[in-house]
């Protein structure tokens, strides 16, 4: 079995992805992602994938919230444009 | 010899990472790439000559035997489709160093003949793939290039329609991916030979992950290639990139998902007899969907380009129709009408591109009596439409013949009532265009503009005079064609 | 029909429900940098799911210690992780060119609504 | 207007997906299907011939090689098609490249942190068929300490400290050192990427310089990827 351990990550997992879907704030929905990849990389490490676990910790938690935070910081951080 | 496989592919990468690195200057990068694809071409040529006979090349990459390492595949199918591809290439490339430079800044312009060669690359690796995760990432290479070149022109709605482009062909990709795990979970195969043995077996023990995996390609490789209801993309990013690139996109790149549906069906998936039944009548009804809606759609439009982007979607009505009888004949008749509408609508492309070129004008009011000024260009875009609507003696005549023909022959004759139909809706969004450029009253009889120069006419009028030869003399072509489909559908 | 064994496939379950949100994400949203991010969520959905399919209980990873493989221990699926890894870079090059077309365009439009640009265009 | 289509399209591949599932084999099973003789052989092979301890490096490098060349490929795509988007300034509104922090600590650790985290990087990429990790994972952490440094200091220092023009043509170089490996193989009378069968030697199992061409190709693919999150997020921050 993949123990309580995973389990818990697997629903921490859709619980970030649901808030990251929901949140109004791009900022705060690019922090939760990161910790999103983080726990994704912790999950992949638990089931034997290392190389994985390390590309996806170094590509996706770390250049790819590189890449947003930018992204967000040339254009605007909420998603409502009401002005 | 058979390195030529692989160098295939190779040739386009190299002159692709070349440019960056030593076309920084001026013309270079031109230079490069039209070398490029010229050597492309030989070894395409070279290819087709060794494959004619129905003789295929597996190649194995890195010396590991399948089902270990990749293997590539180059059959008559792949080597003739290769061929006019870079065939085609080389006349847009070569319109390309006149019409492009003064719509692009030096940065962008260098990473256009960048992206036009990895899009090549990408497309040739696609149809000479025998392996499904090589074939998936081909599959991304051409799908990120050709979304490159649509937004190297920095105007909003290139930008905008290349994001939609790029964000719909993620969700592909995302189908095809999970398509080729599910298909790995319960075979344990990548490379297609041993798919295809293992397939019956696992087909009978997992049917329902089998057809899931199937539906998910076939949405994939269908939204990739713009089957009916999921080509929303396609209007926006074939008419909003620059022409060359147009030419490019309409007739080459939505036709790599085409190949790769074909191939895979052909060499794998054919060992699933559930398979068989279900996807080829699911992809035929939204081909028919394609080509009456399509045709619908393109007598509304009031713009050149755009009318002639959604006439490619039902172009590709035809050929996933002529596809799912599962007829050689019909399937011959599909084949050559890849190329055939690769090279019509490239030529289209690239005339309406002289036209804007020279006038400026794309709204369809406005191009009365254009044949006036621009008569050579006039008459290749004449010969484009008459293929589009299969008129004898040109290419588009013939592959629709082998089409109908081959759909009669596998006892479907709605399917051939409905080829006939779409032809002669296609008359009537091209035929008014034809006749009030040739003999509509021009709005300012004045101010009378030359021909565009030499350079971006020729390879226009070379391709009108491909499609005409095509036309008049396609024995052997055809014969060359009959094999590959019967190689295709194991018979 | 569908069956209970859906939840011993737990794993599985999860990263097809990450791609659907991911989907749902993408297709729904007006604002552009939320359907990027949607993407990726969709992404590492599929990851996880082809991940998974490598994984057998009580394996290791397939990494060997000197003097070669333990005997009478298995190790899990190198080949998944090996186009894992692939998709992986794929994916943070599709978000990145994504993210530099959503610059440009905000910089011409001053909006990352799809329906404002919608406007903005007819 | 965007929502129901797009509720019904995610239902309908739920639905498919789940009937897939509900009879997919278990998950964790040690005989499962895709557990068979190809999966064997990698491992088998691994450690009977090749003197590649990770197993995952050497499918990476060697048996699918063509694979990675074909990823390097997208990375360098997605980096050309970016470039050439965000080169020009056509923009109607001013583009606001991104500022230079002030603070004396953040400038300070991270001139300490940058040197250790780039010695990290290229060891990451050099034992890669050894330990987790290789060219892509050592790559992103050589460029993502290049990062720190672009988001310290700002754009406008880093590109003074490395030219735009050096991280293109490293990109292409390095994209097409992978394509020369190749070719090799065929010099050698093998074929393309060929490594052991063209009579590259493999070396000491578990050392350093060990692998054959792995070993060339992951430092190639390292710096191939450097350059390209250096290059993105240069363009991405505005100083262009």
């Not at chain 2, 909003?240 to 074909?262: E, H, N, Q, T, Y």
């Not at chain 4, 450690?47 to 990476?60: D, F, K, L, M, R």
């Not at chain 4, 603070?103 to 985290?117: A, E, G």
């Amino acid at each position: 079995m993949i123990g309580w351990f995973g389990v818990g990550s697997l629903v921490f997992l859709l619980t970030c992805a649901i808030i990251v879907a929901r949140t109004r704030d791009l900022l705060a929905a690019t922090i939760v992602f990161a910790a999103y990849s983080l726990v994704m990389a912790m999950t992949w490490q638990q089931l034997r994938a290392p190389d994985v676990a390390i590309t996806e910790a170094a590509l996706g938690a770390g250049v790819t919230t590189l890449l947003f935070l930018l992204a967000i910081a040339r254009t605007r951080r909420t998603e409502d444009e009401s002005a | 010899m058979d390195h030529l496989a692989v160098l295939l592919v190779v040739i386009p990468l190299s002159g692709a990472f070349f440019v960056p690195v030593f076309g920084r200057q001026g013309g270079r990068g031109y230079r490069i790439a039209l070398g490029t694809v010229l050597l492309t071409t030989g070894c395409a040529a070279a290819l087709l000559i060794i494959t004619a006979r129905g003789q295929a090349i597996s190649y194995l990459v890195g010396d590991w035997p399948p089902p270990w390492g990749v293997e590539l595949r180059v059959d008559a199918f792949s080597a003739f489709l290769s061929f006019f591809f870079s065939l085609i290439y080389v006349a847009v490339i070569a319109f390309s160093a006149r019409d492009v430079p003064h719509d692009l800044n030096p940065a962008a312009l260098r990473w256009y003949w960048s992206l036009m060669l990895l899009l090549l690359a990408g497309l040739l690796g696609v149809a000479s793939a025998a392996d499904l995760f090589n074939l998936f990432v081909f599959t991304e290479i051409y799908s990120l290039a050709a979304c490159g070149i649509i937004s190297v022109r920095d105007r909003m709605d290139s930008l905008e329609a290349a994001l939609k482009y790029l964000l719909l062909s993620a969700v592909a990709a995302g189908c095809i991916l999970l398509g080729i795990s599910l298909i790995y979970m319960v075979t344990g195969h990548l490379n297609y030979a041993y798919l295809a043995t293992a397939l019956p077996d696992v087909a009978a023990g997992y049917p329902r992950t089998v057809l899931a995996a199937v539906a998910l390609l076939a949405t994939g490789y269908g939204m990739k290639s713009a089957l009916f209801p999921l080509h929303i993309w396609l209007p926006d990013a074939h008419s909003s990139a620059l022409s060359p690139a147009s030419a490019v996109l309409s007739g080459l790149a939505v036709k790599a998902g085409i190949i790769a549906l074909f191939r895979l069906f052909a060499s794998v998936l054919s060992a699933s007899p559930a398979v068989v039944r279900a996807m080829p009548a699911f992809l035929g009804v939204l081909a028919v969907g394609g080509m009456i809606f399509g045709a619908l759609f393109a007598m509304t439009q009031t713009d050149l380009k755009r009318m002639l982007a959604y006439s490619t979607v039902v172009q590709i009505g035809y050929i996933y129709l002529a596809f799912s009888v599962l007829n050689p004949v019909a399937l011959t008749g599909a084949i050559l009408h890849i190329v055939n509408h690769a090279l019509l609508k490239g030529m289209l492309f690239l005339s309406a591109g002289l036209i804007i070129h020279r006038t400026g004008k794309r709204r369809i009011a406005d191009l009365h009596g254009i044949a006036r000024q621009m008569p050579l260009t006039m008459i290749a875009f004449t010969i484009g439409a008459m293929g589009m609507v299969g008129i004898p003696l040109t290419n588009g005549f013939v592959s629709k013949w082998y089409m109908v023909l081959g759909t009669l022959e596998a006892g479907q004759p709605l399917a051939a009532v409905v080829i006939l139909l779409s032809s002669l809706l296609s008359a009537l969004y091209y035929f008014p265009l034809v006749i009030a450029g040739w003999f509509g009253s021009p709005p300012a009889p004045g101010q009378a503009r030359p021909e565009g120069p030499p350079s971006m006419l020729w390879p226009v009028l070379g391709m009108g005079a491909a499609c005409l030869i095509l036309g008049v003399i396609p024995g052997p072509v055809i014969s060359v064609l009959g094999e590959a489909a019967r190689v295709l559908l194991g018979r | 029909m569908i069956s209970l064994d859906l939840f011993l496939r737990l794993n599985y379950l999860a990263g097809i429900m990450l791609f659907l949100i991911g989907l749902h994400t993408m297709l729904t949203h007006a604002n552009l940098i939320k359907k990027v991010m949607g993407m990726n969520i969709m992404e590492t959905g599929i990851f996880l799911f082809m991940v998974s399919i490598g994984y057998a209980h009580g394996t290791l990873s397939p990494i060997m210690r000197r003097g070669g493989p333990v005997q009478g221990l298995t190790y899990t699926n190198p080949l998944l992780a090996a186009t894992v890894l692939t998709g992986i870079v794929i994916a943070v090059s599709t978000t990145a060119y994504a993210l530099s077309l959503i610059v440009k365009l905000y910089e011409q439009c001053g909006t990352l609504d799809v329906d404002r640009l919608e406007k903005l265009r007819s | 207007m965007r929502q129901l289509p797009a509720f019904l399209l995610v239902v309908a591949i739920a639905y498919v997906l789940a009937l897939a599932l509900s009879e997919a084999p278990a998950f964790g099973r040690v005989d499962a299907p895709a557990r068979n003789e190809v999966m064997r052989f990698y491992l088998d092979e691994e450690c009977e011939q090749s003197g590649i301890p990770n197993t995952v490096t050497a499918i990476i490098f060697d048996y699918r090689g063509y694979d990675t060349m074909g990823e390097a490929t997208v990375l360098f795509t997605a980096v050309g098609a970016a470039a050439a988007v965000l080169a020009g300034h056509s923009g109607t509104l001013v583009a606001r490249p991104m500022a230079a922090s002030d603070d004396v600590i953040l400038r300070m650790v991270s001139r300490m942190v940058i040197p250790f985290v780039q010695i990290f990087g290229i060891y990451v990429i050099v034992y890669g068929h050894v330990s987790p990790g290789g060219g892509f994972a050592g790559g992103t952490i050589l460029g993502g300490s290049m990062a720190l440094y672009l988001f310290v200091f700002g754009p406008k220092r880093t590109v003074k400290k490395l030219p735009l023009a050096w991280g293109e043509i490293a990109d292409g170089a390095a994209a097409f050192w992978y394509v020369l490996v190749g070719l090799g193989g065929i010099l050698l009378g093998a074929n393309f990427l060929a490594n052991a069968a063209a009579g590259v030697p493999l070396g000491v199992r578990g050392q350093l310089f060990s692998g054959g061409t792995i070993w060339l190709i992951g430092l190639g693919v390292g710096v191939k990827v450097a350059a390209t999150i250096i290059n993105l997020l240069v363009h991405l921050a505005g100083e262009t």
